[in-house]
Nanobody, 128 residues
Framework: DVQLVESGGGSVQAGGSLRLSCATS????????FGWLRQAPGKGREGLAT????????WYADSVRGRFTISRDTATNTAYLQMNSLEPEDTAMYYC??????????????????????WGQGTQVTVS
């Protein structure tokens, strides 16, 4: 069993920054990629950024590349998402999630929320 717990969401003005954290525990060795996804009101979930548990390889969605940075602390099994230059369009529930490599056909599949099998409870980000 794997547990993912997000924190760090909140309200911020446009142009501001937030840093989200995802504390992981349990059988995390069974999963290869840990990532951040979001769901805006009235929209489906979208993948934003992932990090490969093995070599730390990183993937970003085009919508956030250059503004968001994913990182990890292997000592504490915590993943982070630094979000800069936030826009009102970034308002959403942000989730930490995990996926096994065998579920992916190519790197672009990391953007497909339906492939992720373990999810945190989410943390709300509101940009005004």
């Amino acid at each position: 069993d794997v547990q993912l717990v997000e924190s760090g969401g909140g309200s911020v003005q446009a142009g501001g920054s937030l840093r989200l954290s995802c504390a992981t525990s349990g059988d995390i060795a069974n999963f290869n990629y840990f990532g951040w996804l979001r769901q805006a009101p009235g929209k489906g979930r979208e993948g934003l950024a992932t990090i490969y548990a093995g070599d730390g390889d990183i993937w970003y969605a085009d919508s956030v590349r250059g503004r968001f940075t994913i990182s990890r602390d292997t000592a504490t099994n915590t993943a982070y998402l630094q979000m800069n230059s936030l826009e009102p369009e970034d308002t959403a529930m942000y989730y930490c999630a995990a996926v096994e490599r065998r579920r992916l056909t190519n790197k672009q599949d990391l953007g497909r929320a339906e492939l992720y099998t373990v999810w945190g409870q989410g943390t709300q980000v509101t940009v005004s």
